[in-house]
C-alpha cells in the first residue's frame, strides 16, 4: 500500500510538472515554476539584460520572492540605444545609473495583461504604473497592442505578454525605457 501510494504521488507531481503552461522566450522554454532570473539567463534574446542585471548587483533581488513585473528589454531592444551606452553603463562607476535604468523596468507587484488592459482602460486610455525607481511609466493602447510610454516621452512596444513566473510575469518589450 505504502509503494502504490509512493509511486502514486510520483505520478500526481511528474503530471503537475507537465501541465505546466510554458512560454517560448529567446528560443527557451520559460517555466512558471522558476523565478525571474533562473528563466531569464535561458533566453538567448535577453543576455545584455542578464549581463546588466548581474553588473548592478540585482540577481538576489530578482530571485526574490517579489512579486514583480518585469518589463525585460531584448538585445534589439538595447541595441537600439546610443552607440556605446551600454558599454557604458555596464562599467563600475556607472552602477548607481545602471541600477536606475534596471529598476525603472519594474513594477513591485504581478501585473498580467488583462490587469493592465483593466487599468488602461479604467484610466479613460492611459495608466500610469510606479516603478521600483520611483518614477511611473505609462502603458496605453496602440491597435490591439500595449504602448509604453517612459518619463522622456520614448515608446516601448510590449512583444511578448504573460510570461509568469514563480515570483512575478515578465512581459518582453521591443525598446528600452529610460527613467528622467
Not at 3 to 17: F, Q, Y
Not at 51 to 80: E, R
Amino acid at each position: 500500500m505504502k509503494k502504490l501510494l509512493i509511486l502514486m504521488l510520483g505520478v500526481s507531481i511528474s503530471l503537475s510538472a507537465f501541465s505546466q503552461k510554458s512560454v517560448m522566450v529567446g528560443g527557451a522554454a520559460m517555466y512558471p515554476t522558476k523565478n525571474i532570473i533562473e528563466n531569464a539567463v535561458n533566453s538567448k534574446d535577453h543576455t545584455t539584460l542578464v549581463a546588466a542585471v548581474k553588473a548592478a548587483d540585482l540577481v538576489d533581488v530578482l530571485q526574490g520572492a517579489g512579486p514583480f513585473t518585469v518589463f525585460a528589454p531584448t538585445n534589439d531592444a538595447f541595441a537600439k540605444l546610443p552607440a556605446g551606452t551600454v558599454e557604458t553603463l555596464l562599467k563600475p562607476e556607472n552602477k548607481a545609473t545602471l541600477t536606475a535604468v534596471l529598476t525603472y523596468h519594474v513594477v513591485p507587484e504581478r501585473m498580467s495583461s488583462g490587469d493592465i488592459s483593466k487599468a488602461i482602460k479604467a484610466g479613460k486610455g492611459k495608466a500610469e504604473f510606479k516603478t521600483v525607481q520611483g518614477e511611473t511609466l505609462t502603458a496605453m493602447m496602440s491597435g490591439k497592442e500595449v504602448v509604453l510610454k517612459d518619463s522622456k516621452g520614448n515608446s516601448s512596444k510590449i512583444t511578448i505578454m504573460d510570461v509568469n513566473q514563480s515570483n512575478g510575469v515578465i512581459h518582453v518589450i521591443d525598446s528600452v525605457v529610460l527613467p528622467n
